[in-house]
């Protein structure tokens, strides 16, 4: 029966048939890798947009007069015209220091004078 599915060129055709569906699964895999691909840099795209809208909103926002005052009083103390400014220090609580504990075995050593 072999001899006549090779004869017949069915065998040929069949085998012909098995590598095109490889060919064409191997590209399929291709295709699927470059949407995922696709899809990815669609995000990072997007990410970056806006975080470029944001960045521009900043620059915008710190060229009005009233960003600019206010950075100048914060940065450099400026005041308006008229105010006194007082700079204070800075509230830092007072450091304690502490002794480092002994442990119990210092102590039994300690009071045994060891």
């Known amino acids: 029966m072999t001899k006549k ?9 069949i085998l012909a048939g098995i590598l095109f ?5 191997h590209q399929w895999h291709q ?8 899809l990815t840099l669609r995000q990072e ?9 944001q960045l521009q909103e900043q620059i915008q926002a710190a060229q009005t007069p009233d ?13 308006e015209p008229g105010e006194v400014i007082i700079n204070l220090p800075p509230n830092n609580p007072p450091t ?3 002794k480092p504990q002994k442990t119990p075995w210092q102590l039994w050593r300690q009071r045994l004078r060891w």
């Open 96 to 98: 304690t220091e502490t």
């Open 31 to 38: 295709y699927q890798q470059l949407q995922r691909t696709k």
């Open 67 to 79: 960003f600019i005052r206010q950075e100048l009083r914060r940065r450099l103390g400026w005041g």
């Open 5 to 13: 599915i090779w004869q017949g060129g069915w065998g040929i055709l």
């Open 21 to 25: 569906s490889l060919s064409n699964l």
């Open 45 to 53: 795209v997007e990410q970056l947009q806006t975080r470029q809208r």
